[in-house]
């Protein structure tokens, strides 16, 4: 069974910082991987997606990172905005079923 | 361009009573995903229907069930409600590869349903 771990469960930092999400997963075997973000009691916002063919994405200030063979992707943030405080979840998309890590809740401080 | 939508918002339900939910799809796609996420978890995969068909399912209950009608808007029916299932209740739609444009076979989620069983 797949198995998605986010790494740090909680980060806080100053604004204008440039941070690091972690996520791996357990199987190489995905089609695709999904950043989204989540504000408090709301649904997901795609972020990014990764195709299991490509190495990185980029939108904006959001840079993610995909090496399939060691299980892991990485979401960069440039510059952080108080306005990106909230919870980031990576997902992994194996074509049968898309499994979810529980999040990071990213707190950046004015 | 509507994006995915849920209704209701909010749900409050005692234990033992059945409850449906409801979930209309981005424009243009045909395929429906459930979640569910509890509070300070990720989202954990009900299941997802294709052509009005379950064509998968994750590590849930006959308790929860689903529809899928021709104009691919969906329900999440749940019966004998426990405690345990006071969760947002997440629909994602999407398109399948090989149908359409659904090459990339990206997510899109509503808002979400917040029930709660008292």
């Known amino acids: 069974k797949q198995e998605v771990t986010q790494i740090p469960a909680a980060l806080s930092v100053p604004e204008g910082e440039n941070l690091v999400l972690n996520c791996s997963f357990t199987?190489?075997?995905?089609?695709?991987l999904q950043w989204f973000r989540q504000d408090p009691g709301k649904g997901l916002t795609s972020l990014l997606l990764?195709?299991?063919?490509?190495r990185e994405q980029t939108s904006g200030r959001l840079n993610a990172s995909l090496d399939k063979s060691s299980g892991r992707s990485t979401l960069y943030i440039a510059a952080s905005q108080p306005g990106d405080s909230a919870t980031y979840l990576c997902?992994?998309?194996?074509?049968?079923?898309?499994?979810f890590g529980t999040g990071t809740s990213l707190t950046v401080i004015p | 361009d509507a994006g995915v939508t849920q209704s209701p918002t909010h749900l409050i339900k005692t234990r033992g009573q059945q409850v449906t939910l409801r979930c209309s799809p981005k424009?243009?796609?045909?395929?429906v995903s459930w979640y569910q996420q509890a509070l300070g978890q990720g989202p954990q995969f009900i299941f997802q229907?294709?052509?009005?068909?379950?064509?998968q399912r994750g590590n849930f209950p006959d308790r929860f069930s689903g529809h899928q009608f021709p104009n691919y808007s969906s329900e999440l029916n749940v019966n004998a409600l426990l405690l345990g299932d006071s969760a947002l209740y997440l629909c994602?739609?999407?398109?399948?590869?090989?149908?359409?444009?659904?090459?990339?076979?990206?997510?899109?989620f509503g808002p979400g349903t917040r029930l709660t069983v008292t």
């Open positions: 199987d190489s075997a995905i089609y695709n």
């Open positions: 997902a992994v998309n194996t074509g049968n079923q898309f499994y």
């Open positions: 994602a739609s999407s398109l399948l590869p090989g149908t359409g444009t659904g090459l990339i076979y990206e997510q899109y």
């Open positions: 229907y294709y052509e009005e068909e379950e064509r």
């Open positions: 990764i195709q299991s063919s490509q």
């Open positions: 424009s243009g796609h045909d395929t």
